[in-house]
């Protein structure tokens, strides 16, 4: 799918380089991290991010920070400070209890080790889970394009939710790529995902680099879009599923979601189940990160001279406020695409769910 992922193992397998995405798409870099504080930095000023990314760095991040301090005081001082990174995409704790679970039973000479065993598997997991929701939504899109009898079917997606927010494939953009690969023909509507832009530079980069052909939009077109008859069907991620299949997700799927609805277009979420949060009943218990109103009030990018910059918009002065995620009820949701096949959005599906796991 792609020679690219966005986390690999460093040479020694006892540590990770990552795709530094704050530079994307203007420049590809790989930055290694090789202390606690270089993963806690990169996850909250998002040089990694998307849910399944966050969790599998962090569970590299606790490992390395066993290797200085492999006590139960120290194992639990690193995970908060992980916890404390981004507080959305439940990935993170999922991750970092997995590596509890595996590492506290044992004594403190073993606990490095088991951790680092422990963020590969996971690792390998999420490549194999975003594959097999590739393959479902790939069938989904496959009977779409023959129901309406279309040359090209017109996928929208929000954010980024492609291999930069995983390891491999992604998630909305699996069921894309292995559509592509399969010689299904796909158009991707990108919208540009305000503030942080990661429909126009990291979506578009990516659908650009696989030969997918797409468009970048403003957000605020994408109703419209819709209204026009111009898309087959709405595929966005996911950073925390409540129990009642409410979805949280990157700020504007909201507003996606009831145009969709609105306009009897599908809306998919594509998610592997470490996205489900069984605690939270419904979207409301979900915590929404609020970022800071910089990002809000400027843009960066480069310039004509290449230069890279960040500017400001408009005047001084104005207050900004910037929610990074917001929740598209269940009823808006046609279905949720994960690694187990296609579930109804609701209690009644996630119920099944739960008990098949
Ligand atoms: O703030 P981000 O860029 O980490 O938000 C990412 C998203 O909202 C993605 O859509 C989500 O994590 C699903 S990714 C597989």
Same mark, same amino acid.
């Given at each position: 799918?792609?020679?690219?992922?966005?986390?690999?193992?460093?040479?020694?397998?006892?540590?990770?380089?990552?795709?530094?995405?704050?530079l994307?798409?203007?420049?590809?870099?790989?930055?290694?991290?090789?202390?606690?504080?270089?993963?806690?930095?990169?996850?909250?000023?998002?040089?990694?991010?998307?849910?399944?990314?966050?969790?599998?760095?962090?569970?590299?991040?606790?490992?390395?920070?066993l290797?200085?301090?492999?006590?139960? %005081?120290? @194992?639990?001082? /690193?995970? +908060?400070?992980?916890? &404390?990174?981004? =507080?959305?995409? !439940?990935?993170?704790?999922?991750?970092?209890?997995?590596?509890?679970?595996?590492?506290?039973?044992?004594?403190?000479?073993?606990?490095?080790?088991?951790?680092?065993?422990?963020?590969?598997?996971?690792?390998?997991?999420?490549?194999?889970?975003?594959?097999?929701?590739?393959?479902?939504?790939?069938?989904?899109?496959?009977?779409?394009?023959?129901?309406?009898?279309?040359?090209?079917?017109?996928?929208?997606?929000?954010?980024?939710?492609?291999?930069?927010?995983?390891?491999e494939?992604?998630?909305?953009?699996?069921?894309?790529?292995?559509?592509?690969?399969?010689?299904?023909?796909?158009?991707?509507?990108?919208?540009?995902?305000?503030p942080?832009?990661? %429909?126009? @530079?990291?979506? /578009?980069? +990516?659908?650009?680099? &696989?030969?997918? =052909?797409?468009? !970048?939009?403003?957000?605020?077109?994408?109703?419209?879009?819709?209204?026009?008859?111009?898309?087959?069907?709405?595929?966005?991620?996911?950073?925390?599923?409540?129990?009642?299949?409410?979805?949280?997700?990157?700020?504007?799927?909201?507003?996606?979601?009831?145009?969709?609805?609105?306009?009897?277009?599908?809306?998919?979420?594509?998610?592997?189940?470490?996205?489900i949060?069984?605690?939270?009943?419904?979207?409301?218990?979900?915590?929404?990160?609020?970022?800071?109103?910089?990002?809000?009030?400027?843009?960066?990018?480069?310039?004509?001279?290449?230069?890279?910059?960040r500017v400001?918009?408009?005047?001084?002065?104005?207050?900004?406020?910037?929610?990074?995620?917001?929740?598209?009820?269940a009823?808006?949701?046609?279905?949720?695409?994960?690694?187990?096949?296609?579930i109804?959005?609701?209690?009644?599906?996630?119920?099944?769910?739960?008990?098949?796991?």
């Amino acid at each position: 799918m792609t020679d690219l992922c966005s986390l690999r193992l460093n040479s020694h397998r006892s540590g990770v380089d990552i795709i530094d995405q704050t530079l994307l798409p203007h420049r590809l870099e790989w930055l290694g991290l090789d202390s606690l504080e270089a993963y806690c930095e990169s996850i909250s000023t998002m040089r990694v991010r998307g849910a399944p990314l966050i969790g599998i760095t962090a569970a590299f991040g606790l490992a390395t920070a066993l290797l200085s301090d492999s006590t139960t %005081g120290g @194992f639990h001082s /690193a995970k +908060e400070a992980l916890l &404390a990174t981004r =507080p959305t995409a !439940v990935n993170l704790q999922w991750a970092l209890e997995t590596v509890a679970s595996h590492v506290l039973p044992l004594e403190d000479s073993k606990r490095a080790a088991a951790a680092f065993e422990c963020a590969r598997f996971l690792r390998e997991q999420d490549i194999d889970s975003c594959s097999r929701i590739g393959e479902f939504g790939r069938s989904i899109l496959q009977d779409l394009l023959l129901d309406r009898g279309a040359e090209q079917l017109q996928v929208m997606t929000h954010c980024n939710a492609g291999w930069l927010a995983t390891i491999e494939w992604g998630t909305a953009l699996a069921p894309i790529y292995k559509a592509h690969e399969a010689g299904i023909p796909v158009h991707v509507w990108v919208s540009e995902t305000r503030p942080r832009n990661q %429909g126009a @530079f990291l979506t /578009a980069w +990516e659908l650009q680099r &696989a030969g997918v =052909p797409y468009t !970048v939009v403003a957000d605020n077109s994408c109703g419209h879009l819709m209204q026009q008859g111009m898309v087959d069907c709405v595929i966005v991620g996911s950073d925390r599923t409540a129990a009642n299949g409410d979805v949280c997700n990157k700020i504007g799927t909201y507003l996606k979601a009831l145009s969709a609805k609105a306009n009897s277009i599908p809306f998919y979420t594509a998610l592997p189940t470490s996205t489900i949060d069984w605690c939270c009943n419904t979207g409301a218990d979900i915590p929404i990160e609020v970022r800071d109103s910089g990002e809000l009030l400027s843009i960066s990018g480069m310039d004509e001279a290449e230069t890279f910059r960040r500017v400001r918009l408009g005047g001084t002065g104005s207050r900004g406020h910037n929610p990074a995620f917001d929740i598209t009820p269940a009823e808006l949701v046609t279905g949720l695409i994960t690694e187990l096949g296609l579930i109804e959005a609701g209690s009644a599906g996630l119920s099944r769910l739960r008990s098949s796991l």
